[in-house]
């Protein structure tokens, strides 16, 4: 039988105990575990195999999204739960480490597989896995994964100096860098959608679609994470990643039958590479950026980003950012995309809208009663899909009035982004993780804003916490004579 030894450095930490016990839980109750399975946490302090498994209990009753049972299947999936310290630059740490799966894989028998979570801070990435190829854990009879989470790097230089250090260690095919926008249902249920439906797929395409729009708007502010984002700001922590992948899922064309990993990837490589570059002098014509003052949010007061505990006065840093992108290429040339993402806004809200053109050559009797048609992806926290029609209007004669036609997928049948994410790297599936071509190319786009906004280039306005952002982010639609739906 085959052993799969699931290595998670960070066991400790925030992320291992939201995401990554619950997630594993689901799919072990789900029977989508490998039959011989065994995890072993690691953290830099001391801690016996039951206090983790303790600790990997009240994680589950904390953030598991359904009940949790304390019965035998718990019992059972505990006891795949060990512990061993480690510190990272303690080569004899990564020798017992290595002692104590082998140790396993020996009672097993058959071929070794050994998946690498590194749910740390990414300054240490490369020392892992270094340290991973040296002590010869790296070494296996089956296969080895390494998985990692944003950010990759800081921008284009530093993460080319983090991909060349990982692949001294493993190759692209065995790094699976997960982007959590990938693995929400929505996201994954937009590839489906366009491959098997021909009214979509026919539609998507400039001649039917005037513009698209991608909002992720937040209510949170800084959190506890000023020492990070202070850094990051927007654009590194959501538009670099996150929103650039939602431009890329939108916008690909995958015939049926032919979504295997290798294609999409390299379809969203393609369209970051018809992504019409964006030179530094042209940043402040495409690109708003904010910065949240105090206000009040459903109702709540909060205070401005230059208050938050841990941000100096004088931060410039972005809170907010508004992007208008073209992708130059047979679909979609002359379609603008307009992104914009940012905290402390008036609500919770990832979606997608489709606006499409007027209808060809007409001019309609009753035109200013009717509005364009959309097409709506809610992606979260609510899912849903909905397309806005023009209909005649039985009251007034001659005008049109809109319906809603709209689906709401039953929540409970999809899995948590954490949970699909898992299952697929540890069955070897990689089409809903991020190919260094991407991270590459995404960088590549990015970098003159970020020297753009370094260099104090563009301006940083200020807006007031609950609202929709800034004003200039409206102008940057009403220019091409469009504006952002469901503002209100
Ligand atoms: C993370 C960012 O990647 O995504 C956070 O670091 C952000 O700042 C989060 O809040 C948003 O994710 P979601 O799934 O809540 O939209």
Do not use: C
Request: zero cysteines; charged letters at 25%.
């Amino acid at each position: 039988m085959n052993h799969t030894t699931f290595v998670l450095f960070g066991a400790t930490g925030d992320l291992a105990k939201r995401k990554i016990y619950p997630a594993l839980y689901h799919l072990y109750i789900h029977g989508k575990l490998p039959e011989s399975f065994a995890v072993i946490g690691l953290g830099r302090k001391e801690l016996s195999d039951e206090t983790f498994r303790a600790h990997v209990k009240q994680s589950l009753h904390d953030f598991y999204r359904l009940e949790v049972k304390d019965d035998e299947t718990l019992q059972s999936f505990l006891g795949l739960f060990g512990f061993n310290i480690l510190h990272i630059d303690r080569q004899a740490d990564f020798v017992q480490l290595k002692e104590r799966v082998e140790r396993r894989e020996q009672g097993v028998g058959g071929t070794s597989n050994r998946m690498f979570y590194l749910s740390v801070a990414p300054n240490f990435f490369g020392t892992i896995a270094s340290q991973i190829e040296q002590s010869g854990l790296g070494s296996v009879t089956g296969w080895k994964r390494l998985v990692i989470e944003k950010p990759f790097g800081h921008d284009l230089v530093s993460a080319r100096e983090l991909n060349s250090q990982l692949s001294q260690a493993f190759t692209e095919d065995e790094i699976y860098r997960i982007d959590h926008y990938l693995g929400k249902p929505m996201v994954q249920r937009l590839e489906a959608l366009k491959q098997a439906n021909p009214v979509i797929q026919a539609l998507w395409s400039s001649r039917y679609i005037a513009n698209v729009q991608i909002t992720a708007d937040e209510t949170v502010g800084v959190e506890e994470r000023a020492g990070y984002y202070d850094q990051a700001g927007a654009v590194r922590d959501m538009f670099q990643n996150h929103m650039l992948q939602l431009l890329m899922m939108l916008s690909i064309h995958v015939s049926n039958g032919n979504a295997k990993a290798v294609n999409i990837r390299s379809k969203k490589k393609n369209v970051l590479e018809s992504l019409e570059p964006l030179a530094r002098q042209d940043v402040h014509r495409h690109i708003v950026r904010g910065q949240y003052a105090a206000g009040a949010i459903q109702g709540k007061e909060v205070i401005g980003y230059t208050s938050e505990s841990g941000i100096s006065p004088d931060s410039m840093n972005d809170t907010f950012i508004a992007a208008k992108l073209q992708i130059d290429n047979y679909n979609w040339r002359g379609v603008p995309f307009y992104i914009r993402t940012g905290k402390r806004l008036k609500s919770k809200n990832t979606r997608i809208v489709i606006e499409f053109k007027e209808p060809l050559g007409s001019s309609t009797p009753a035109k200013d009663s009717s509005v364009p048609n959309l097409l709506v992806f809610e992606i979260g926290p609510n899912e849903g899909i909905t397309l806005l029609l023009n209909t005649n209007d039985p009251n007034h004669k001659g005008e049109f009035k809109q319906v809603h036609i709209d689906m709401f997928p039953d929540r409970m049948e999809a899995e948590e982004a954490y949970e699909t994410l898992i299952h697929d790297a540890l069955n070897g599936d990689s089409t809903f993780f991020v190919h260094w071509d991407e991270v590459d190319l995404s960088w590549q786009w990015v970098q003159p804003i970020l020297e753009a906004f370094a260099a104090k280039e563009v301006p940083l306005y200020s807006y007031e916490a609950g609202s929709n952002g800034p004003e200039a982010a409206n102008e940057l639609l009403a220019r091409d004579g469009f504006h952002w739906w469901f503002d209100d």
